[in-house]
């Protein structure tokens, strides 16, 4: 089984910034509506609360190792912790940080459910929660992500099924990595019909079954990378499985049970192909 390709990613730096608002519990604020900063300092201050942060890195008041704000109007547009071992839940209230345009939480030791409150996400383009201890299914909500282009949730212990419309909306996705998890069922014939965008697709090493779609691929003529290896898939390789693809270099899906073989009048047309596993 060829190992399957390391995709990099779009880096993002921690950063150190002050959040610059106040968070006032006075009987005068109390009575008029929080702005915007309040309530996105609040929803920091309540995922700061469920983490058990080992090395103290969210300590203080409103000083933040990770999060950027916009200058103008210090909201926060980006919440970037990577390789920080955070330890516990994602809290349902970073679902509040509306401007939020990048949640980058990898290799954190993050535990429990994906909050299906991160849907309400509706600027968030980057989001990756990859390497950590995260669970369950992943939540039909993140299909609300209009805007999102790179989808990364791999190497968790995510469960259950695909959700068939989970990219419905995500016109602009272009790269999405749920390799390393649990995910289990047929991948959904018509997940890519919506995401003519798509570069990237890497789902191997889960448990997902069942036969491939002859369709699964035909809206995806910019698709240059697929990855299904070590999986359980099965059944016949549909013989026009790439057929719609002119741009794809790399191909993987062994370590299934699949048979048959891609015709290799078809591989011709593949003028971009480096490696075929």
């Known amino acids: 089984?060829?190992?399957?390709?390391?995709?990099?990613?779009?880096?993002?730096?921690?950063?150190?910034?002050?959040?610059?608002?106040?968070?006032?519990?006075?009987?005068?604020?109390?009575?008029?509506?929080?702005?915007g900063s309040d309530t996105d300092l609040a929803a920091l201050l309540a995922f700061k609360s469920q983490l058990a942060d080992p090395l103290g890195v969210l300590a203080g008041n409103c000083r933040w190792i990770g999060v950027s704000c916009s200058p103008c109007r210090h909201r926060v547009t980006a919440l970037s912790l990577s390789g920080i071992p955070l330890v516990g839940p994602l809290s349902p209230h970073l679902g509040n940080l509306s401007f939020l345009s990048v949640l980058n939480i990898t290799y954190a030791n993050l535990t429990g459910s994906i909050p299906p409150e991160l849907g309400r996400l509706h600027r968030l383009r980057h989001l990756r929660l990859k390497g950590n201890c995260l669970s369950n299914d992943i939540p039909a909500d993140l299909g609300n992500l209009t805007r999102l282009d790179f989808f990364s949730l791999s190497l968790n212990q995510l469960s259950g099924q695909i959700h068939p419309q989970l990219l419905l909306r995500l016109h602009n996705l272009r790269e999405i990595y749920l390799y390393g998890n649990y995910l289990s069922g047929q991948i959904p014939p018509n997940l890519f019909n919506n995401t003519p965008s798509m570069c990237y697709i890497s789902f191997d090493n889960n448990r997902l079954s069942g036969p491939i779609s002859p369709n699964l691929l035909f809206h995806l003529q910019k698709l240059e990378i697929i990855s299904l290896s070590g999986n359980d898939l099965s059944g016949q390789i549909p013989p026009y499985l790439f057929s719609n693809t002119p741009s794809l270099r790399e191909i993987y899906i062994s370590a299934n049970t699949l048979s048959g073989h891609i015709p290799p009048n078809l591989l011709i047309h593949l003028q971009k192909l480096e490696i075929i596993s």
């Open 1 to 35: 089984m060829a190992n399957a390709p390391s995709f990099a990613g779009i880096p993002i730096i921690p950063v150190l910034l002050l959040l610059l608002s106040t968070f006032s519990v006075s009987s005068s604020s109390s009575s008029s509506p929080a702005n």
